[in-house]
């Protein structure tokens, strides 16, 4: 569970980055955030994972702030940046074990748990060369493993979509969705509507560093026009 | 008119230390894509997409067959193609040192667009894809949709008769992807031809007249999004793309 | 024509606007110019000293056209070493020749715009210590108008065949072997060759730094002379430009120059039929290689083992310097390379000069060696050579933007700068002992001092690499696309030579202020002063770890 509470952030004075956040997103749910590019998606995350310092207001993963607690927050979730371009010099099982080390997997479970993850992702017969010599979509792949080696209760991903093909997104989305349906939380940050829309159990749409929707797409489908084009309803909530 | 006969590309790489073994990255690719069409390029991660445009923009030589535009090819008339197609590729910021008002610039010297039209043609683009905010920043400051549209941008500086666009749209949020395919839908009614190559189905399902889709270097089906759905009895191209590959272990 | 100068005109822009900014140089064009112009004059003033005082002593034994013959095999060879570095770079590996391909342009267009771009990097060093050295002898010599003229000429002239000869060997080498993957390997090995030729070099003059009688130095300009005679017949441009620079005769200097043309324009054409051969070839099959070579092996069950995090931790940050040549040249090798080197030179230096090591070591030995100011010269060497350790300064700046990964593992920052700053503590131990070995050898000291001095240098290492990592964190370099603007063009780099300078200082004035205190007092006292300032550092690290990565994002 994560709860986002009065959080707000600028970088510049007086200008909010991000301000009066308020968000809760439950066991079992998976909620995907929304806003166009600049919104205070990436602002709202690095929040969530400790990177940015938090102005006001305060953050929970699963009880521990991340403000107070941070190190008890972090063994909490599992990050998946946007970016996949991590560890280049390091073999694919280097990186996989480096991750066990640090969120303490233990021993007995790091074999089956590393093949299960890369045989899903078709990358297992890759873990000896390089993370360098890999593709973006095998980049991406590698990072959402070291992410979730240690079967974190909350996963936050960012922007994980991108540059997976069909198939690799499709088995990361039955991941999300198991993942859920065994109790525990997933956020992710998308631009792409259909992705939220098929996925998500709740979403919430940030704009100008501002909370203007949360709730099921149904929701946000009768809050504004009914038959209304996706692309037109994210247009309308944006602008406005 | 592009024509693409029996396109082959076989590359040699180290299957281990000792051996080493040759594989097709495209192999027996035929198809045309006519004036005033949008012929979407699909396939997952590897299929040889890639490889395929960068044969057609003359980047790479194909092992064997012929590519053609209205009848040139690249061994007699290679510049003359190249003065009339924008290739564009991945995201990556090039230059960027440069404002992007530089960089068109620049474009429109190396393709000869002279001084009078190159400053009307820059004000043209600016406008068609949003850019006047951002015209005289430098391009190393710019998001990630506003690099997207800049490098598009410099591909157009020639007013060019075919587009090779791969991936044009990855990681962009709606609005700017919204812009970029708004602007292809508008060229392709002004009779141009353009290949499109993308992940998102929705996407091709939207905007192409024809698909093509590559797995492991071979064409594996080709017609419009309609006949592919009757075809592989399905109501969306995601679930035909599934069926199509058939739940292959598609890294391989 | 008119396409090739914008296309050279768009890559200097570029690569210098790059520079600019991986200098760490602001956009503002006055302080710019400022810290240019600083940079300029004093190399140009070391130059001329140098230059002065070596020409000085030519002239006063007639030999003055010696001089001319120097300057230009020094233009030859550092154009030589220079192209090495830059050219596969430049011709290989810009991120822009997948954008320049699909455009309307010939291939020979895109060559010779990056073969001006090599060039005119080559003639801005190339006027510092070539133009100015030959401006320099013109004075001196009270040369006539020709001799300028011909001096433009040279200059302008003997950098073009080195850079098409390297760049032709480069192309080869491309073209035949597939090295998507070999640059780095590539770059190691011509640096380990120059730095081999550089140590040969310096072993083979290491003899010219004593003072010498004039018959020994009328010997070595005979020597110097040869040498000049040997190679000059293996570089004919240098030979006729020689000639056109010493002659008394405008005819002679203008069939010497128009000489060096004919070959230089036939280096020049040869240079652009095989680029447009096999250039585009080797850049192709770079830029998208035939897939990656994937080994299909079995994991090793090995893998799978637990270790420390500590462990593990170090271990990824060795890995990552040690597989990255760059990394690898300026963080790890330097702590092996460098007192090695200056074995090689001090060594090699007693042998030639025609004094045996043994006796060396032995009048050393006769002196008093177990001495403060002993023990303090021995430590300012070594926290000379630890200045070129610059894993800590670029501990956080090495990671790029994947820095922000330090902040949402579960693990204490302050645990990860540790961690980060170990394998500099590492290497500073292993410079420490190599440098102690050497004296050890030539003063022959008491095992307890070797010790103290040990324990005093470790601790001075520490402190090291406790204040450089405060000093990455503050001002942190993660927005690169290339290893070098790191670990070479980071401005960061001066604070270890401070620190070091700041020790030696600190160092001196205890010398002075003790005068004979007991060798082992002595090192204690600076014990105990640099336990202190570590203990307080590393407060300071501790207490400020959140605070101190918020540069990190």
Redesign the interface.
């Known amino acids: 569970m994560i709860e986002i509470k009065n959080v707000s952030k600028s970088y510049v004075k007086g200008k909010k980055s991000v301000e009066n956040l308020n968000l809760e997103i439950k066991n079992g749910e998976i909620f995907g955030f929304l ?4 919104a205070g998606k990436t602002t709202t995350i690095r929040m969530i994972t400790g990177i940015l310092n938090i102005d006001e207001g305060d953050i929970l993963i699963d009880g521990k702030s991340i403000k107070r607690e941070p190190l008890e927050a972090k063994k909490n979730f599992g990050f998946v940046p946007d970016s996949p371009d991590m560890f280049l010099k390091l073999k694919g099982i280097e990186y996989l074990m480096f991750m066990a080390d640090v969120y303490d997997v233990p021993q007995n479970k790091r074999k089956e748990k590393i093949e299960e993850l890369t045989k899903k ?3 297992y017969n890759e873990l000896n060369n390089q993370i360098q010599s890999y ?4 980049r991406q792949k590698i990072v959402i493993c070291g992410a979730l080696l240690s079967e974190p209760k909350n996963w936050i991903l960012d ?1 994980p979509m ?9 088995d990361l989305k039955e991941m999300m969705r198991e993942h859920a349906r065994s109790g525990k939380t997933v956020f992710f940050s998308t ?4 992705v939220a829309e098929k996925l998500c159990d709740r979403v919430g749409i940030i704009n100008k560093g501002k909370l203007v929707f949360v709730g099921t797409f149904d929701e946000m489908k009768q809050k504004f026009k009914e038959n209304a084009s996706l ?1 037109d309803l ?2 309308e909530i ?1 602008e406005k | 008119m592009i024509t693409v006969e029996h396109i082959t590309k076989k ?7 000792k051996e080493r073994e040759e ?1 097709y ?1 495209d192999n027996d690719i035929t198809f045309e894509a006519n004036d005033g069409e949008i012929i979407g390029i699909l ?4 299929a040889g997409k890639t ?1 395929l445009l ?1 044969m057609i ?5 194909p092992t064997t067959g012929k590519i053609s535009f209205d009848g040139m090819n690249y061994k007699d008339n290679e ?2 193609i ?2 009339n ?1 924008a ?1 564009l ?1 991945g995201n ?1 910021k ?2 960027d ?2 404002s992007t008002y530089e960089l068109l610039k ?1 474009c429109c ?4 667009v002279d001084k009078k039209n190159s400053e009307k043609r820059i004000k043209e683009i600016t406008k068609i894809l949003g850019m006047e905010q951002f015209l005289y920043n430098k391009i ?1 400051n710019l ?3 506003q690099t997207q549209k800049v490098n598009l941008a410099r591909c157009l500086v020639h007013n060019p008769k075919y587009y ?1 666009l791969d991936e044009a749209t ?7 992807s ?1 812009i970029i395919l708004n602007f292809i839908k508008e060229e392709r009614d002004k009779g141009k031809t353009i290949l499109y190559s993308t ?4 996407e091709a399902e939207n905007i192409c007249n024809r698909v093509i889709m590559i797995n492991k270097g071979k064409m594996i089906k080709t017609g419009t999004p309609e006949e592919i759905k009757r075809d592989t009895n399905t109501t969306n191209l ?1 679930d035909a ?2 069926t199509l ?1 058939g739940g292959v ?4 | 024509m008119d ?1 090739v100068i ?2 050279t005109k ?1 890559f200097l ?2 690569s210098f ?2 520079m600019d ?1 991986r200098m760490g140089i602001s956009t503002k064009s006055k302080s710019k110019i400022i810290v240019y112009g600083l940079l300029f004059l004093y190399f140009a003033g070391l130059i001329i000293f140098l230059g002065y005082n070596l020409l000085d002593g030519l002239i006063a034994i007639h030999q003055e056209t010696i001089f001319v013959g120097m300057i230009l095999f020094m233009i030859f060879g550092l154009v030589i070493i220079q192209t090495i570095f830059s050219c596969i770079n430049i011709l290989y590996f810009t ?2 020749s ?2 320049l ?6 291939p020979y267009q895109i060559i010779l715009a990056r073969t001006n771009v090599m060039l005119i990097a080559e003639y801005l060093i190339i006027f510092l210590v070539g133009f100015i050295p030959l401006i320099m002898y013109g004075i001196l010599t009270g040369a006539g108008i020709i001799y300028y003229l011909t001096a433009i000429f040279a200059v302008i002239l003997v950098p073009i065949l080195p850079v098409l000869l390297i760049s032709i060997i480069v192309m080869f080498i491309m073209s035949f072997a597939k090295l998507t993957k070999n640059r780095n390997k590539f770059q190691l090995f011509a640096t380990l060759l120059v730095l081999a030729i550089i140590i040969a070099l310096s072993i083979s003059t290491s003899g010219m730094k004593q003072d010498l009688t004039n018959e020994e130095m009328a010997q070595m300009i005979v020597k110097a002379n040869g040498m000049i005679e040997l190679v000059k017949g293996y570089v004919p441009t240098v030979d006729y430009l020689m000639e056109a620079l010493t002659t008394n005769s405008l005819f002679t200097a203008i069939v010497e120059i128009l000489k060096t043309l004919g070959i230089t324009i036939v280096g020049f054409i040869l240079y652009m039929v095989i680029a447009q051969k096999i250039y585009f070839k080797g850049l ?1 099959g770079n ?11 079995e994991i090793n069950q090995k893998e799978y083992r637990n270790s420390k995090l500590y462990k593990s931790y170090v271990g990824k940050e060795f890995k990552n310097m040690a597989r990255n040549p760059v990394f690898l040249m300026q963080c790890l090798l330097p702590a092996i390379l460098i007192p090695i080197v200056m074995v090689v030179v001090v060594f090699a230096g007693f042998n030639s000069d025609g004094m045996g090591l043994e006796q060396i070591t032995q009048m050393l030995q006769q002196m008093p060696t177990n001495t403060f100011f002993i023990a303090c010269i021995i430590l300012g060497v070594i926290q000379f050579f630890t200045m070129f350790i610059y894993i800590s300064i670029t501990a956080i700046s090495r990671d790029g933007e994947n820095a922000v990964f330090m902040k949402y593992i579960p693990v204490s920052l302050y645990k990860q700068y540790m961690y980060k700053i170990i394998p500099n503590i590492i290497m500073n131990i292993v410079t420490i002992i190599v440098t102690l070995g050497i004296a050890q050898y030539l003063l022959n000291l008491p095992i307890m001092t070797l010790i103290a001095l040990f324990v005093v240098a470790t601790i001075m290492g520490i402190f090291q690499s406790i204040v450089m990592i405060i000093v990455d964190l503050k001002r942190p370099k993660l927005n690169w696309d290339s290893e070098y603007a790191v670990a070479k063009q980071n401005l960061n780099l001066i604070f270890p030579m401070l620190l070091a300078m700041f020790n030696i200082a600190i160092m001196v004035g205890l010398v002075f202020l003790l005068k004979d205190i007991n060798v082992y007092l002595g090192i204690g006292i600076l014990g105990i002063l640099y336990i202190v300032t570590t203990v307080i550092t590393n407060k300071y690290l501790y207490n400020k770890q959140y605070e101190l990565a918020d540069k990190i994002i």
């Open positions: 806003g166009p590019n600049g992702f078709g990358i593709s973006h979509g095998m922007e991108t540059g997976l093909d069909p198939k690799s997104s499709y631009h792409i509507l259909e692309e994210f247009l944006t | 590359f040699v790489r180290n299957k281990n230390k594989f990255a396939g997952p991660n590897g490889t960068r923009a003359g980047i790479l030589e510049i003359e190249k003065q197609i290739y590729s990556t090039i230059y040192t440069l620049m010297d190396i393709y000869g190393a998001s990630t949709g090779i990855t990681g962009l949020d709606i609005i700017s919204q992940h998102y189905m929705e995601r793309f599934f590959i272990s598609v890294e391989e | 396409k914008k296309l768009i822009k570029n606007s790059n900014a991120k822009d997948e954008y391909l699909p455009l309307p342009l010939k192709v830029l998208f290689g035939g897939g990656t070579s994937s080994s299909n092996k």
